[in-house]
């Protein structure tokens, strides 16, 4: 078995998927997980924010909290409309596998190694949480998950 980089970006975008099978589930498993994190940060997003996210409800006249909350339900579309394009290639263009890992390693990868570099992070700081937020705290075992699983992905079979 060797690592075939040219799966990342295939001449066809097809259903003929060429990588390991345990990458091809733990995508269908990590976008499952995706999607839910999604709706609840669309649909439920005071629960998402305060009891997940751990963040503190801001006090003030105008209340901010509506329109934090707009923002954080606004974060959770996007986040939800990129796990829609990775169900349409769960279902119809599953070459693209390696491709979709490679931009899920970037957002998280960046979530452990960007962020801290870029500046003190309000999450971890605790000026506005009463923990650290699981979005950074399992943002380094992600990160290596996903590693490994494109690893898997752009593997060829033989």
């Known amino acids: 078995m060797n690592f075939n980089f040219k799966n990342m970006l295939p001449k066809s ?3 003929s998927y060429q990588g390991h099978k345990i990458a091809l589930w733990g995508f269908v498993l990590f976008t499952i997980l995706m999607t839910w994190r999604s709706i609840i940060h669309m649909f439920f997003e005071q629960y998402g924010f305060h009891e997940i996210g751990s963040f503190v409800v801001i006090s003030g006249d105008p209340d901010p909290m509506p329109l934090i909350f707009r923002f954080f339900s606004l974060w959770g ?7 829609l394009v990775c169900w349409i290639v769960i279902y119809q263009y599953r070459a693209l596998i390696p491709l979709m890992y490679l931009i899920w390693l970037f957002e998280w990868g960046f979530r452990t190694f960007g962020y801290p570099l870029m500046r003190d992070d309000i999450a971890v700081q605790g000026l506005y949480t009463n923990y650290i937020t699981p979005g950074v705290s399992f943002a380094p075992y992600v990160t290596i998950l996903l590693i490994i699983l ?5 593997l060829d079979r033989k």
């Open 13 to 15: 975008a097809d259903n």
């Open 150 to 154: 494109f690893g898997l992905s752009i």
């Open 77 to 83: 579309f996007a986040q939800l409309i990129f796990c």
